[in-house]
């Protein structure tokens, strides 16, 4: 008995000598965040690769100097994200993997923060406000013939208040399902572009002969009819919620890209805009503005209301390489200033060729639009002036562009 | 279709084939001849790990735990036998070993105050024999660890240097780093061959202890023996190995239903060399663990209030058996071994990378099947003249099923998705499986050219196809057109001792020969076959000084590459593409350390030391690209640390040990493209940067009997908080962590009958701490394990 008293001796002894400590973690601290009179939301994509790839929300007092920078500052996002800004809110939409929506507001100190968040099934696409509480986004199935699911999201409340399931347009025997690239609400009715993908997954696009609209009864979301046009082909391009805009007058006009480095792989037709006129649901027969013809060859990829019937747009100039213009560091774009009622295309001189991006942010202010600027060396916020079609060189971007670009106040 | 790639590979494989038949029936005069024994203190107390060495041929062994030992292959003839072990006078004693015959011996040490070990690797244990290469090297000895029921990777992740990321629990996917180089970067081999195309049916999470006598893990320098392109390092564990027969067998029972059976057995006929070895796991676990979540509303997409829930669909179940069958101690080879691995195991998955996504239904499901063929002799034709060899197919098939239209919540409740073709897990359902058929030979060659200095040749050949299909896909699948990767690594090496063999050097190169092809349909349905075919050439050296009788020096230097796979150049034929031009990534490895003990009476202290430096270039990274994505060249990474161990022993059964390993791992790349970075010289994120390990225990023996042992051992593993993105950016009081996690564990083992039964209590998790290797990723809590053994041999 003696020995195994002696042993549990030693081992206590053993055990308080070498002071074991079994220490508790540290409470999360949350400190206030100063408060500063920043007028500006910039999502910022920092440079990395797969999963060092980070989205920050920064605020910023100006958009026309400086650096805009999430060294230190900013609010941390968990991967890739898509924005989008309904009235004074903005959302952060995850990518996959990365399965939730969160919204954020600015406080009474006028700093940004999470009021809400929610899970979606898979990944969410082309996202567009429909009205000051209400955020309409396509969640798109990448492969086979299957239906396309459309998330009505309740702003204020950040949840799902309905979804509706939609093939878009699916005629008798068509085997080529839809992709959704751009969302009008006007009145009652919601107009959605879009172009026929392979079902196969690989992205390619059989189908390139006609431009199309599908439009829908709005709230209800009922499909009612689809309207073409093969003067060009069809409408939008991938990851980029700007297939369609809405002019002042109520006028809706559509670009189609026709470009390989705008992820089509075949071309049959020229690169366009096509115009929908206000009331009607028709395209304007009487309506065609040749991209190619009036660039000398160039192929639209992205365009952006800007006021008084002008348009911000990108304008691929080499269309050599598939997918080519989703490439930050790839500079083949140059800006131009379309006027829509006149038709004719002004080249943006000031600004660099460039390249194209996901989620392409404009933000138009006094007349002014601002737009993320990235060529193979630095990246800028520029301030174009859709008048003149001239362009101010303004803060400078510390990260490989920027996502959204937002005035929250 | 044969290429010239296919022409030069198979040219290069009747080489080999040509090499090994050469050796084949050679033949050599050597009786079968050995000495066994024990050794044992003045007490009689059977003396662990005591060095035997027949002094005039520097031929040695090591006793094991119970003093056993014994030493093949002797000339018969008068020797002389020294025996000696740290903290004890050696012991020489003359002994006449008749041929043919086994002579049996017992030595009696006595303790002295005075350390008169002579400076010698032979003798030694392996595990400190491994220690003591110039290498940079974690040798854990497993064997010691036989009773207890931990698994591998829990057993290396409490050495310097390492990190184990598991997911969850058994069976989880894990990441496994060496000085913060991981995934492909590191390679693993059992007993010497390349684990390729095992899949994770045999891996480091499922292997149990008990069919395993060591582990050395190789860092940033590899030894040429090892012929792969390790950037990172190597780990190669080896497999009990013995010329007594004994029988192993385990189970162990534990929380959330794990049931674990380990059987290991081996025959060896003395008179006509004739051996069979037979080893065989089982491993099953519910793993329902719970963790802390919220439920959603499938409605409005929002969570509910934090809930503990379980795991509900995790649970795992793996095998294996494998036999094999040959010779030892023959005179035409000291092993022959023809043997085959058959594996499989049965995951279900629970989430992906988020657990906002809890899945139901989808499973994994890997079955391997892999004949092997082994030589080894020594002193073939020419005295020093050592060579072995091995030849393995492999012949994989891994499942991944997606096939449920349920979309489950964290209760396990579901609602059906009106879409049939999306599955819970991926965009279309799947029952994608994908084959990949490897076949890997090697033949190493040494050659004493003295007592003093060898060379060694290595050849290792690899040829792995992959090929996928998917039943319910209507469209292509990936990998279904079949991509060929060839991969050969030569390598040569000279190693050298001096001053009395107080130094020794090692120099070394290595030559990668990759080749691959790969066809491709694109979506024109234009068929396109992509070849490639590159050389790259590696070198290194390793030195070692013994500055004292105890303490050592080591210096360790390469210059290594990984080869792409070939995926990761050809893509899958869907939406990852090709890269024709990507380069292997490379690194300079160094490392500087030593080895130092002392003791004094009953105290011994041993510790160990090592600064690291990787300089890694080109790492491989997938980059999107519109709807596709590419492997690209891109990062640089400097990473370079400190680890340390100390570990004391008080009166040889109670003893303490504390490492920690700091490693500073930076973003070295200053422009991304053309982009100046902002993040150049920030740390990576996502990867811990500090962390060490606390064991504590001790054994007794004669406790309640004869010949009975009880242990009990205490860890404790601590790792820092880190940045699951860039340290600079973003505001510091709203980043994302991994949070700072200290976990214990706690065993006790007792044995009795000489070792024959024994029994094991285990628990993991003490304080039932919320441990994440992962973002948000949480691990089991507090769980417990009780484990049986038997073991007999003779």
Redesign the interface.
Known sequence: MKKYFNYLIRSVLFLSITGLVISCSEDEVNPDLPSDQEAYTVALQVLGSNDEAADYLVQTETLSEGTITSEGQGLEQTGWRYFAQVDKSVFSIGYFDDNNCIGYQLDENGDLVEYGRFVFEKTLDCMLPADNNTLLAFEVPRTGITQRVLHVIDAESVSLDRKVETDIYKPEGDTLPKWPTGMVVKGDKLFVSFYPVSPSGDFSTPSVDTAQVAVFSYPELEFEQVISDTRTSPIGVYGNATGLLEAENGDLYTYSSSSLAGGFTKQTKPSGILRIKNGTTAFDPNYFLNIEEATGGGKIVYFSYAGSGKAVARVVTDDSVLWGAFSPSNPICKLVIIDLNAATVTDVTDVPLHGAQYATPALVENGKVYMSITTATDAHIYEIDPETATAVKGAEIDGLEAKGIFNLN | MMGVVGKKVIEKWIAMLLFLLCFLPAISQNAQTKIEGTIVDEQNQPLPFVSVLIEDTQKGAAADENGYFFIENITPGNHLLKASSLGYQNETIAIDVAAGRTTKVSIVLRESSVDLQEVTVAGKSKVRQAKETAYAINSVNVKSLHNSNQDLNLVLNKTTGLMVREEGGLGSGFDFAINGLSGKQVKFFIDGIPLISTGTSLTFNNIPVNLIDRAEVYKGVVPVNLGSDALGGAVNIITKQSVKKFFDASYSVGSFNTHRLALNGHYFNEKNGLTFNARAFYNYSDNDYKVEVSV?NP?????GEPEKLPHFHDAYESKMVQFEGGFLQKSWADMFLLGIILSGNHNEIQH???M??PYGEVFREDDVLSPFLKYKKDDLGVEGLDVKGYLSYTDGQFLVADTSSR?YNWRGEYVI???E??GEAS??KSLFRFNDKTVIGNAGIRYQLNPQNHIDFNLTLSSVNRQGSDPLS???TAFSQPNTLNKSVYGLSWSGKFFRNKLSTTLFVKLYDFNSEMSDVD??GERTIYTSDYNNAGYGTAITWFFSKTGQLKASLENAYRLPEGYEMFGDG??LLSNPNLQPEKSLNANLGFLWSYRTGVHFIETEGNLFYRNAKDFI????????STYVN??DVLSSGVESEVRYT?RQN?F?SLNGTYQNIINNTEY????????YRDR???IPYLFGN?S?G?W?QD?FSNADKFT?Q?N?RFVEEYF???P?????????TI??Q?A?NAEVTYSFGGGKYNLAFECRNL?D?KLYDH?RLQKPGRSFNLKIRYYIEK
């Not at chain 2, 990274?621 to 596709?628: I, P, S, V, Y």
């Open positions: 959603v409605e409005t997409g929002t969570y992906g990378v988020s906002d996504r979309r998705n009106n879409d073709n999306i965009w279309q209507r469209y292509e979506w024109d869907l939406n990274r997938n980059q999107a690209e519109g709807a596709t891109q990062r008080w109670y303490i991304e493209g053309q982009r100046k970075s902002g993040v990576i994120p996502n606390l504590i001790a007794y406790v009990w205490f404790s699951l993105k860039w600079s950016q973003g505001d510091p009081e709203n980043k994302y949070p700072q200290i214990h304080l701490a973002f």
